[in-house]
Nanobody
Framework: QVQLVESGGGLVQPGGSLRLSCAASGSFFSINTMGWWRQAPGKQRELVAAITSDGNSDYADSVKGRFTISRDNTKNTVYLQMDSLKPEDTAVYYC???????????????WGRGTLVTVSS
């Protein structure tokens, strides 16, 4: 059992910055990959960035160079630093944990409830 709680969303002007956080809690040993996805109205949910337990990361082309994902394994927390924000970044951002090893030895994936990011003048 694992719970993900996002925070840090809000309203920001184009060109501004925002930092999202996602804290994982529950009865688990490890999380293989943590990432951020986003979904805007009428669009498919898309992967924004992901990071493995050993620190390797990947980004969507649309955010590369502007966003930075990081992870603190001691705190079971993943972050997304978003700089040079554009109106097209507006979406609900979801935290995802992939391949969570529970203390029961079962494995599962988990999603947070999402946090809204609005980029507008």
């Amino acid at each position: 059992q694992v719970q993900l709680v996002e925070s840090g969303g809000g309203l920001v002007q184009p060109g501004g910055s925002l930092r999202l956080s996602c804290a994982a809690s529950g009865s688990f040993f490890s999380i293989n990959t943590m990432g951020w996805w986003r979904q805007a109205p009428g669009k498919q949910r898309e992967l924004v960035a992901a990071i493995t337990s050993d620190g390797n990361s990947d980004y969507a082309d649309s955010v590369k160079g502007r966003f930075t994902i990081s992870r603190d394994n001691t705190k079971n927390t993943v972050y997304l630093q978003m700089d040079s924000l554009k109106p097209e970044d507006t979406a609900v951002y979801y935290c995802n944990a992939k391949d969570v090893l529970l203390t029961t030895r079962a494995r599962l994936d988990a999603w947070g409830r999402g946090t809204l990011v609005t980029v507008s003048s």
